[in-house]
């Protein structure tokens, strides 16, 4: 369900760009299925990005996020080769890691 | 022998004369097409791969075009739906194997993406190098059309992040798209034998005779998108009504502005409105930013001739190098001056 994210970082020297797609149903829970039962929740809550380590981004998502989101955000520092990894956690405990080499 | 005649084989000696190869059938008219020409002109590749030049690209090599040229309009991961629709989603593995794309089916997808709708992998060679990129159509080169696409491809997941696609194996990768069983050639648009879009049967009997006004705007609502007089083009026999009292009148438009002309012909209107925000920003917008800073004239210029990014978001504008010093400054102070139409 769930497929791998997609990251792109890429640094000019003084911060570091990076861009996310991540491969997620993200249900409200406020949806009605064909037969009018209420589709259940199921949508990311937290997302941390991290760059060699350290924390760069810490995020609540909510139901409020659209399927398969995009996230773009830019950090100080970082360099060719560094390493960039997001992971998440949806209310059904499930979780996705992916890493990406700085270009 | 006649004067006609006489005439007819002068006429045939210098045909003969001007070059052997030309028709005869039309005299006078043209000349043939020389092979180079032809290569020129004749670019298209069909759906069988006929017409595809040999080359190769790697998803590797793809990516680095795409951050370049292609990530502006189309984002990152092909994902943006800013510009353009998205050019991928929507396609699961499922479909890879089956080749119909199973969210038509269910009709549960929100929006088509290309990736969803092209059945043959030729169509987006063919036009990824007669069309792309937007700002400059068939500047890349065979092996970065093919480069170009494998990355493409594998934001689709059709091929793994490893591959390398060439002219060789285009015809494999054709059979993994995910539409290529989606596209039916049983109808109208295509045999003439097939049904049509719409069909309409002349009235025998029982016809109406009088049109009745089945519905019509509130008077108080008719203004509600301001004059459409103002709103509609101005070819063609329909023409929008007046909604609001006194705006436009009836009287002659005033002569437009001869900067609007300049603009037209340099191509910004391509990617600026006046007042409005389309790939760049509006001119209106530009003028606003740039109220009350002495500098923006010579700046603006300099942006112009030179290209830039980041000011305005994530689109890029292209070096115009095409566009006179002149008319750049004339441009840029009808610009700073509010780009008054007339």
């Not at chain 1, 955000?73 to 992916?98: C, E, H, L, M, Q």
């Not at chain 2, 005299?27 to 069909?46: F, Q």
């Not at chain 2, 309409?200 to 609502?221: E, H, R």
Request: aromatic content about 6%.
């Amino acid at each position: 369900m769930a497929g791998p994210m997609r990251i792109r970082a890429a640094s000019n020297g003084t911060e570091t760009e990076v861009k996310i797609l991540m491969s997620h149903d993200m249900e409200t829970g406020q949806r009605k299925d064909a037969s009018g039962a209420l589709v259940p929740a199921h949508h990311i809550t937290e997302l941390t990005a991290t760059h060699n380590g350290r924390v760069v981004l810490a995020a609540q998502f909510g139901p409020a996020v659209s399927k398969n989101p995009y996230l773009q955000f830019k950090f100080a520092g970082g360099a060719k080769g560094d390493k960039v990894s997001v992971s998440w956690v949806d209310n059904k405990g499930d979780k996705r890691t992916d890493e990406v080499v700085v270009a | 022998m006649s004067r006609f005649s006489e005439l007819l084989l002068a006429g045939c000696l210098i045909a003969a004369a001007a070059g052997a190869s030309a028709d005869s059938s039309f005299p006078g008219v043209g000349r043939p097409a020389t092979p180079s020409e032809v290569k020129a002109w004749d670019i298209d590749v069909r759906p069988d791969f006929k017409g595809l030049p040999p080359g190769k690209g790697s998803v590797d090599q793809g990516i680095e075009l795409w951050e370049a040229k292609c990530t502006a309009c189309h984002g990152s991961f092909g994902e943006s739906n800013e510009v353009f629709t998205p050019l991928v989603g929507g396609t699961t593995k499922e479909d890879i194997e089956t080749g119909r794309v199973g969210a038509y089916i269910r009709q549960d997808a929100p929006q088509r993406s290309t990736l969803m709708k092209v059945p043959t992998l030729s169509t987006l060679w063919d036009y990824i190098n007669r069309a792309m990129p937007w700002n400059a159509p068939k500047s890349l080169s065979p092996d970065e059309v093919y480069a170009v696409l494998a990355y493409l491809l594998h934001l689709g997941e059709i091929v793994p992040a490893d591959f390398t696609l060439s002219d060789k194996n285009i015809a494999e990768v054709q059979k993994r798209m995910p539409n290529r069983n989606g596209m039916t050639t049983k109808h109208g648009m295509w045999d003439i034998k097939g049904k049509p879009d719409v069909k309409n049967v002349a009235c025998m009997k029982n016809c109406k005779t009088q049109i009745t006004m089945g519905s019509s705007l509130p008077d108080y609502a008719r203004d509600a998108h301001g004059n459409l007089a103002d709103q509609n083009r101005v070819i063609g026999a329909v023409r929008g009504q007046q909604t609001s009292e006194g705006a436009g009148g009836g009287a002659a438009a005033p002569a437009p502005h001869p900067a609007m002309d300049l603009m037209k012909k340099s191509g910004c209107s391509g990617c600026h409105g006046i007042a409005s925000k389309i790939l760049g920003p509006s001119f209106r917008d530009i003028a606003k930013r740039y109220k009350d800073d002495k500098g923006a004239e010579s700046q603006l210029i300099g942006r112009v001739k030179a290209g830039g990014s980041g000011t305005w978001g994530d689109a890029a504008m292209p070096p115009q190098a095409h566009v006179s010093d002149a008319d750049t400054a004339a441009l840029i102070k009808w610009i700073l001056s509010g780009s008054p139409e007339n």
